[in-house]
């Protein structure tokens, strides 16, 4: 997530040069073409424009749905958040305070299911972005993702018993399980008295809230923007940014008739297509950037840090004297 103001006019050149690169070179083949004579290449204006009035729609709808999709993640975090604050204050409470073993190890475990969600919402997708040579080349200048810095079983083992650790670390879903877990050890209190049906009925809802943010949080990480969707966006745009310059041929041509800049105008053809072409995959390239919230590009929400400051929170109501730091953010990227 970008924490500054705005991105800087630099981060949006270097993120787009290689494609600004591009757009200018289409822009400059047609136009070299008719300068040399081929003036039959040049192709009406109109039917670009009504293309582009079309491609204006479908990338605003790409956008609208995209936002809907990293606002959507980030409500769900945002109820983790609050969710965890609750479970870990009626449980501490119910058990019986701060010093319980019982209440440190459940806590802890929690822990560890922040930590499996956000390593298995970080794992790569065929379908995602982050192995895009702009998306390396901006990551690589400006921060990096924790948990493709780091192992699960090592993060995993700062929180968990040896037999939890090695059980954990053998089952597919880790997240699903350490709630299962938390899950079992609730049935078991409440068997032997521990908690009344009561206190066992208000912690079950926390751990039902749990595995309801897990399965939210899966089902955006695991279902796509439609890829049909997608792809038209994409054919269009393509399509668009090779006709632009030459429907724009005969315009920039006679820009200039009568004046003394006749016979020169055609050339501004070249950066005022880029523009354009540039302003459309720009926007289709945002929009791109955030579909996928969890991804680990510079947009995505932050389960890093919002991990790490529940802990935090969750160890201070154990009154625990070492809390771990905040996650801060690195070139006003934080994750």
Not at 262 to 267: D, H, I, R
Not at 290 to 295: D, L, R, S
Request: glycine content about 6%.
């Amino acid at each position: 997530m970008h924490t500054g103001r705005r991105y800087a006019p630099y981060d949006f050149f270097k993120w787009t040069l290689q494609d600004t690169l591009w757009l200018l070179l289409i822009a400059t083949v047609p136009t070299v073409l008719y300068a040399a004579g081929l003036h039959f290449i040049a192709l009406p204006w109109q039917p670009v424009a009504i293309l582009g009035t079309a491609l204006a729609f479908v990338v605003g709808f790409k956008n609208n749905a995209s936002y809907g999709r990293i606002w959507e993640a980030r409500q769900i975090y945002g109820a983790i958040i609050n969710d965890s604050r609750s479970f870990g204050y009626t449980l501490r409470d119910a058990l019986g305070g701060k010093r319980s073993d019982t209440v440190q190890k459940m806590f802890y475990r929690h822990f560890a299911w922040l930590t499996a969600l956000r390593f298995q919402l970080r794992e790569p997708r065929s379908w995602e972005n982050m192995q895009r040579r702009n998306n390396k080349d901006f990551r690589a200048g400006h921060y990096t993702i924790p948990e493709w810095e780091t192992r699960l079983d090592d993060e995993l083992r700062k929180y968990l018993e040896e037999d939890e650790w090695r059980y954990i670390l053998s089952k597919k879903n880790r997240a699903t399980q350490l709630v299962a877990l938390q899950s079992e050890t609730l049935a078991a209190l409440r068997r032997d008295g521990v908690i009344n049906d009561f206190q066992w009925t208000a912690l079950q809802r926390g751990i039902a809230c749990f595995t309801d943010g897990q399965g939210k949080a899966e089902r955006i990480k695991n279902f796509p923007y439609p890829r049909n969707f997608a792809s038209i966006t994409t054919y269009l745009l393509v399509i668009f940014i090779v006709l632009l310059p030459f429907g724009l041929l005969r315009e920039y041509s006679m820009l200039g008739n009568g004046t003394f800049l006749e016979g020169y105008t055609l050339w501004f053809n070249i950066p005022f297509s880029a523009v354009a072409a540039w302003a459309f995959h720009v926007l289709d390239s945002v929009g791109e950037s955030a579909v996928n919230p969890f991804e680990g590009s510079a947009n995505d929400i932050p389960i890093t840090q919002i991990s790490r400051t529940i802990e935090i929170d969750m160890r201070d109501m154990l009154d625990e004297p070492s809390l771990p730091e905040p996650i801060t953010a690195q070139h006003n990227i934080v994750m």
